[in-house]
């Protein structure tokens, strides 16, 4: 892997190029294609991400085979599967790939140990996981604070781009609502 490369320019910014080398070998580039599941429900995940380029989403299949979306992770953003990086079990959820993606897979258990020795991988460590845990606490207090309308209309302020992107079925159940109720907010919005 080029020392230039982007992915490493951001990540890995503030630890010296020298000891780069040791962590070389952690970091897994993966392509993939529109729709292709690289996380699934069952299967234990040892490694957290980096979204080069693209667009994944976590979601739950309950026993009717109904999708209920959790997360979205998108260019420049750390993705995990929680119940796999926090508890150490198998996933929950199934990840998947909402458009051509490429991301850098880092295994987790190995980068602990190499962050145990050295602290500039140690605050990168730190900052991921705060990363993962705030994502997660935001989604959590917009369903207790705010209404599906609010929700989109955050989501549409933030990340107007990702609105674009993402199919109303996959947009309506991550706010928690029926495609046609996400339809009618849309009308509403557009008057």
Same mark, same amino acid.
């Given at each position: ?34 729709? !292709? $599941? *690289? ?12 979204? =080069?380029? &693209? @667009? ?45 993606? !490429? $991301? *850098? ?12 020795? =050295?602290? &500039? @991988? ?70």
């Amino acid at each position: 892997m080029d020392i230039s490369d982007n992915f490493l320019l951001d990540f890995f910014k503030d630890i010296p190029k020298t000891e780069l080398i040791s962590i070389f070998g952690l970091i897994n580039r993966k392509k993939l294609k529109k729709n !292709e $599941i *690289f996380i699934e429900e069952g299967t234990f995940y040892n490694k957290f991400f980096y979204i =080069n380029k &693209g @667009l994944v989403r976590g979601f739950y299949s309950n026993a009717d085979g109904e999708e209920k979306t959790i997360f979205f992770r998108w260019e420049k953003e750390f993705g995990a599967d929680p119940e796999s990086y926090f508890n150490h079990k198998p996933s929950k959820l199934t990840w998947c790939a909402m458009e051509e993606t !490429e $991301i *850098f897979e880092i295994n987790f258990q190995k980068f602990e140990e190499l962050s145990k020795r =050295n602290v &500039g @991988l140690l605050k990168l460590r730190i900052m991921a996981s705060k990363k993962l845990l705030n994502r997660m606490y935001e989604r959590l207090e917009s369903f207790i604070l705010y209404s599906p309308e609010e929700r989109f209309q955050h989501l549409l302020e933030t990340h107007p781009d990702l609105c674009e992107r993402i199919p109303d079925k996959y947009l309506a159940s991550f706010l928690g609502i029926t495609p046609v109720s996400l339809s009618r907010i849309k009308k509403r919005l557009e008057n």
